[in-house]
């Protein structure tokens, strides 16, 4: 065996995972607000990058009809007229501009549910220590209305005894919101039912033993138990139904709110549908005109300048690149999901297309991870109304009809949905039964494909569907 060291020359290709190809591809994933805020942070750190201001057209200079050019001028009184109201012996009273009326000055602040309670709580404590009580208890009940501290902690905080405590958690408990300042879900609803005057035995009962059953629709069960009919126990759940598990949550914080930002706007216009990427939320940017300048005159500033100018317009300008990258990248996608999806936006639901991330790509031209980074997080605003980009893939089934196309997982949730919501609420239709009439539309799948789609839609079973 004979060891050498040789010199040998190869080519090879590689990616490189730059940091600007690093910012290219999380500026391609981000939502229309994260693009915004990250912008913003970037005007504020780099000097050289700029908003773009809107244009505004110049307004035209005015000439009255009657002058010429042969006219002569009025003679200009400029002067004159500066020296009269630069006089402070001559007082000049402005013209006093009405307040203008604005929306903004009759907007205020929904009390939150803390300063609900402790308002009904300094109304009904005429006793400083039962204030004291009350103060801490409110302290300690959550966002939904529930008190998340024992009795003994409060016994431990305040030095009061127990039977103080309750006395003025019971106080608190007959507040608005009407089960507020319970322990948990059993107490809430009876202290609402108590409210509403409806607390009758078999209620109470239902709430304190049957919860689980009354859930799961078992109301056959409830009735043998009870003795009573069924038709008693469905009014009672009927009833017990529309009480809030979660008082509280009326006086949530409206911060706690967001609203969702299209990133691409679809418009039917003259029978054609029209892409539209809304990049009007966040500013346009540009390169400083005076910075570029400077660079070009290099005895202006040191190398240590020169050499931070440089960094900083170098990442201006694939900042401004990769923003219009991912514009363009949007465009591309939202088209051919348009071009796709064109039935869908006619007709509904019920004719979406199954779609995967490849078939795109192969007709955008690009990596399917560029196709899922564009369409993550990001929505769609279409006549059939707002949906997140994601939407438009789902998995298909194939069609019980010769020579049909597959039909989209989306649209047979549609037709589920429908069957169920037309059926004899005395008489449910059970799962093999959907099977069986999704199978004469040309949807083909099995009972325990309906029961996944049923339970994937929030709807309950045959048994918890029956109405006696």
């Not at 035995?201 to 009735?223: F, K, S, T, V, W």
């Amino acid at each position: 065996m004979r060891l050498t060291h040789d010199l040998f020359i190869e080519q090879q290709q590689k990616l490189l995972m730059t940091p600007e190809l690093r910012q290219a591809i999380a500026i391609l994933q981000m939502s229309t607000l994260e693009l915004t805020e990250y912008v913003q942070g970037e005007l504020e750190e780099n000097p050289v990058l700029e908003e773009k201001e809107p244009e505004q057209a110049e307004p035209e200079e005015y000439v009255p009809e009657a002058e010429t050019p042969e006219t002569p001028k009025e003679e200009d009184h400029t002067e004159d007229w500066l020296e009269i109201f630069n006089d402070r012996d001559i007082g000049f009273k402005q013209r006093e501009v009405e307040e203008e009326k604005s929306f903004d000055n009759y907007l205020t602040k929904r009390p939150s549910l803390y300063e609900h309670l402790e308002f009904q709580m300094q109304m009904a404590c005429t006793d400083e220590e039962d204030l004291v009580i009350g103060t801490y208890i409110v302290g300690n009940i959550d966002a939904a209305g529930y008190l998340c501290t024992d009795l003994e902690d409060i016994m431990r905080e305040t030095g009061a005894s127990i039977e103080k405590i309750e006395s003025v958690l019971e106080m608190i408990q007959s507040f608005h919101p009407h089960g507020v300042g319970a322990r948990d879900l059993n107490e809430c609803l009876r202290i609402q039912l108590q409210h509403y005057g409806k607390a009758d035995p078999m209620a109470m009962i239902i709430i304190e033993d049957h919860l689980d059953d009354l859930a799961r629709g078992r109301l056959n069960r409830i009735a043998q138990v009870l003795g009573i009919t069924v038709f008693q126990v469905q009014e009672i759940c009927d009833f017990i139904r529309t009480l809030d598990p979660k008082p509280g949550l009326q006086y949530s914080s409206t911060d706690e709110v967001k609203y969702v930002v299209p990133d691409v706007m679809v418009e039917k216009i003259d029978g054609e549908y029209v892409v539209i990427v809304n990049d009007a939320g966040f500013p346009h940017l540009m390169v400083n005109h005076m910075y570029e300048g400077m660079l070009r005159k290099p005895d202006a500033f040191t190398p240590e300048a020169k050499k931070y100018l440089e960094d900083k317009m170098g990442s201006a300008i694939w900042l401004i690149r990769s923003i219009e990258q991912r514009r363009m990248t949007l465009y591309k996608v939202a088209r051919c999901l348009v071009d796709i999806q064109t039935e869908f936006l006619d007709k509904g639901i019920k004719y979406i297309k199954p779609l995967n991330l490849k078939q795109v790509a192969d007709l955008v031209e690009v990596h399917e991870s560029t196709v899922s980074r564009a369409t993550s997080n990001k929505y769609i605003q279409t006549p059939q109304g707002l949906f997140e980009l994601k939407y438009f893939f789902s998995g298909g089934v194939e069609s019980s009809y010769a020579g049909s196309d597959k039909i989209s997982s989306r649209s047979i949730k549609s037709m589920i949905q429908d069957i169920i919501q037309n059926e004899d609420s005395t008489n449910p239709l059970s799962d093999q039964v959907i099977a069986d009439l999704l199978k004469g539309k040309g949807a083909g799948i099995s009972r325990r494909t309906v029961a996944k789609y049923r339970q994937e839609l929030n709807i309950q079973s045959t048994t918890a569907r029956k109405r006696y």
